[in-house]
């Protein structure tokens, strides 16, 4: 009797341990691994085993975790007290559109042992969400040119993820810094660009410019990583000589921004397919963001005035987001 109450209590009691096959998984992959489980004193129901993918973000300063999707494993069954051990496999996808892993965007894995009448045992495991392969090759052939991505990099904007970059050295370009926003579908890579120009003769002054780049497709394959870095050096060198030739990007042929606490995404122009992030973004817009605000005395839809809420592509005043 004292057995079966201390084991309600979590002492004593089952435990479980998940196993990850691999920490890090690139959007679109299927997470696998194993859950252990041990038994304790005594014998215990187990009304659900489930694993929660977490999300913890950092908005203004302040860190906010979150669940993002829930994941069932198994249910109603009995561990048996030790030498007991049961290990059962699980496979889940990552959903679409989450926001790939940086400082300020990181995910964990919640295990949890739903123990009838009882504590339940939870483990919690770190995972790192990568890149999808093209993104990954983009990112590798800017930081081939120098270009360096800034602490802030990877935070998540009413749009989807942003990424900035500054010159680690000169590129014969008057590029003070670039923004990018990754649009991925079958068959195609879009990055939509914002360039910050240094203005010849005005001292320290700049004008902003923002720019749609197609990445031809038969440069994002393996091995072609110079000649990737090459096209991409060669755009930035054209958009930024001859700013007022670069064609008008409008968000509005890609899908609106999160408006207010409903985090709505709208039709996107370019048919199936979505912005790196985007899922996130609109996590963080209709779960997250008024609760977030409430707590540091700012309303959500002040926020999205400050951060051009507006469908035309704006990164200005995304950092507070």
């Not at 009691?13 to 992959?29: C, N, Q």
């Not at 197609?214 to 000589?241: H, W």
Request: proline share 7%.
């Amino acid at each position: 009797m004292l057995k079966k109450w201390m084991a309600k209590l979590g002492v004593g009691a089952a435990t479980v341990d998940l196993r990850l096959d691999r920490p890090a998984y690139r959007l679109g992959e299927t997470i696998t691994g194993a859950i252990r489980i041990e038994g304790g004193s005594v014998e215990q129901r187990i009304s659900e085993l489930s694993v929660l993918l977490m999300m913890k973000v950092y908005v203004q300063g302040q860190e906010v975790t979150r669940p993002v999707q829930t994941y069932p494993v198994s249910r109603n069954f009995t561990v048996q007290p030790k030498p007991f051990v049961q290990e059962i496999p699980f496979a889940f996808e990552l959903p679409a559109g989450l926001a790939v892993s940086t400082p300020s965007v990181q995910y964990y894995l919640h295990t949890k042992l739903d123990v009838e009448r009882a504590l339940d045992p939870t483990d919690l495991d770190a995972v790192q969400v990568l890149p999808p392969e093209p993104v990954e090759r983009v990112l590798n052939a800017l930081a081939r040119l120098d270009l360096r991505q800034k602490p802030d990099s990877g935070k998540l904007t009413p749009y989807g993820q942003e990424f900035s970059f500054f010159m680690g050295r000169p590129l014969g370009i008057p590029l003070k810094e670039l923004e990018v926003i990754f649009f991925s579908m079958p068959g195609e890579l879009r990055m939509l660009t914002e360039l910050d120009l240094a203005v010849p003769g005005m001292f320290g002054g700049e004008m902003e410019r923002k720019a749609e780049i197609v990445v031809p497709q038969d440069l994002l394959a393996a091995g072609r990583e110079e000649e990737l870095s090459r096209f991409l050096l060669d755009t930035l060198r054209t958009y930024a000589e001859n700013p007022q030739a670069i064609p008008y990007v409008s968000m509005a042929s890609y899908g609106q921004p999160l408006h207010g606490h409903q985090g709505h995404y709208g039709h996107r122009g370019h048919g199936m397919g979505g912005m790196i992030g985007g899922m996130a973004a609109g996590f963080l817009g209709g779960m997250l963001l008024g609760e977030v605000m409430s707590e540091i005395g700012e309303s959500a839809e002040d926020l999205f005035e400050e951060a051009g809420g507006g469908l035309d592509f704006d990164v200005d005043g995304f950092d507070e987001l």
